[in-house]
């Protein structure tokens, strides 16, 4: 493509695609389509912006999940298309790994490319992997794999999840209270309009009672909270569990393991789980 997309028009036409009678059948396979973007480079003002949005120190060197962001619109592109299997309104971003092979500084140009696939049965649906890989000079430097879930009526089979008892939450390093302006913040500089984060009226049509926090907005905010002992190259791995209702509090607990980090994110009152990662 001849430069990234506007996330606001491809947000428009999922929306749209989604009305009654409006929207086309969709492909029961993955296309078989790679999109690219050469040449991206970061403007400061907003990467300054992303950084205070999800409480990261400002620096020079890009946050792992900034490359996700300045990538975003490419994988939206891929996945607005109308034979994606999956639409785009009501997904569930259910898992994101990141692995840093270096670190990438503000006045590198990026080239991006963005392709989809691992189609699968799920319990409650079907799920996939959307990948976008970041290179410089010809040299992958980022590669990130966001795993979404298309919820159908009909079961696509696939693993059940273990309904046992829910362990005790660990204990909380940090609380943290999040209000309603995260969803309309993140939104503003990640391009992710999604109306489930920043709309009452969005979040109730998709059965959330209030908007939720974006899950990558949730995991920038736990690798902010240990960015000083991140090495500078890793693979920070994380399951979306529970949204995260707005405006909410939130109990952030980190600990080292087999030379990395395990971390969560649980409600502060009830100790529901938000999120799972691992940084290794």
Known sequence: MPGLPAPGALYRRALFGALPGTGRRRGRELPAVELGA??????????????????????????????????FPLSLRLMTAADFPIPLTGVVHVA???TVHRPVQV?????????????????RGRQLDVVLVGSVDG???????????????AAGGGPRRDRGDRPAPPAASARWRVTPRVGTDYARVSGDH???????LGARLFGFPRPIAHGMWSKARCLAALE????DAYTVDVAFKLPVPLPSTVAFSA???????????????????????TVR
């Not at 400061?44 to 996700?68: I, K, S």
């Not at 999604?194 to 009452?200: A, F, G, M, Q, V």
């Not at 000083?228 to 090495?231: D, E």
């Not at 600990?255 to 990662?277: C, E, K, Y």
């Open 38 to 71: 050469a040449g991206v480079t970061v403007d400061p003002a907003h990467l300054a912006d992303y950084d205070r949005v999800c409480g990261l120190r400002l620096a020079d060197r890009l946050p792992a999940t900034y490359l996700h962001v300045l990538g």
């Open 96 to 98: 994101n790994r990141i």
């Open 107 to 123: 006045g590198e140009s990026v080239d991006f490319r963005t392709y989809a696939e691992n189609l699968r049965p799920h319990e």
């Open 139 to 153: 040299e992958e430097v980022w590669r990130g794999v966001s795993t979404y879930l298309g919820k159908e009526r």
């Open 194 to 200: 999604n109306p489930i984060h920043t709309s009452k």
């Open 228 to 231: 000083s002992r991140l090495p």
């Open 255 to 277: 600990a080292t393991s087999g030379g990395g980090w395990d971390f969560a994110l649980h409600g502060d009152r009830d100790g529901r789980p938000h999120l799972v990662g």
